[in-house]
């Protein structure tokens, strides 16, 4: 399969835990993008790399988040003291840049559940 | 007011109708447009991508940005069961940061 992957599909965890989330982004793919999802809701996006440079993070991303991306391969975003409010779906997203014509691919996304 | 506006629906039609999907958007700067269609419980899969205002037709999908009304269309022709999911719309200023719309789920009854 040479689409995005996201390990694991499905995790919950009570709420004060830390939970990591790792993504494997389309080889190629020198761009990778984090968002969340709620219920009923679109992607909101939360950060991106290039290589192995975090370029921009949102607003939305507090400081109990951070990601990485230490080869410039494969992702991690952690959640550290997680929150109900944490809970969502959280996908990500590969693609190769500059490249005017290419957009994101995404993958399955990990479904967080904070009790 | 949100940058990106989509009715979420659900919008229900009998199969072989038209399906018109909508966007509206307050920057006219964006300049890149796409539509997306997510399944139930999977990652948005990317359906129509379009740069600047026009149309795109791709098999039964036709994408139509109208930037001077920042208007945003997917219209579905010959709608199938098998095109029942949720649709969003997306947009930005470059490919990167992408802003989603609520997404609009459509059921596509035999």
């Known amino acids: 399969d040479t689409g995005v992957s996201q390990d694991p599909r499905h995790k919950i965890t009570k709420r004060g835990q830390n939970v990591t989330f790792r993504c494997d982004p389309i080889s190629e793919h020198n761009r990778l993008y984090w968002y969340r999802q709620t219920l009923g809701q679109g992607p909101e996006f939360l950060t991106y790399?290039?290589?192995?440079?975090?370029?921009?993070k949102s607003r939305l991303l507090s400081d109990r988040f951070s990601a990485e991306r230490p080869k410039g391969s494969f992702s991690t975003l952690e959640i550290q003291r997680t929150e109900q409010g944490d809970s969502a779906m959280y996908l990500c997203a590969s693609t190769s840049a500059p490249a005017r014509q290419e957009t994101q691919y995404f993958g399955p996304g990990t479904r967080l559940l904070v009790l | 007011q949100k940058e990106v506006e989509q009715d979420p629906g659900p919008l229900s039609v009998p199969e072989g109708a038209i399906v018109s999907l909508n966007c509206t958007y307050s920057n006219s700067a964006f300049q890149y447009f796409m539509w997306y269609r997510q399944y139930s419980r999977k990652g948005p899969e990317l359906l129509m991508y379009t740069y600047s205002s026009g149309n795109k037709e791709d098999g039964r999908f036709t994408a139509q940005v109208d930037k001077s009304s920042k208007y945003i269309s997917l219209f579905i022709r010959d709608s199938q069961p098998s095109d029942s999911a949720t649709y969003l719309c997306?947009?930005?200023?470059?490919?990167?940061?992408?802003?989603f719309g609520t997404g609009t789920r459509l059921q596509v009854f035999p």
């Open positions: 997306a947009t930005g200023f470059n490919t990167d940061k992408l802003i």
């Open positions: 790399f290039q290589n192995e440079a975090q370029l921009e």
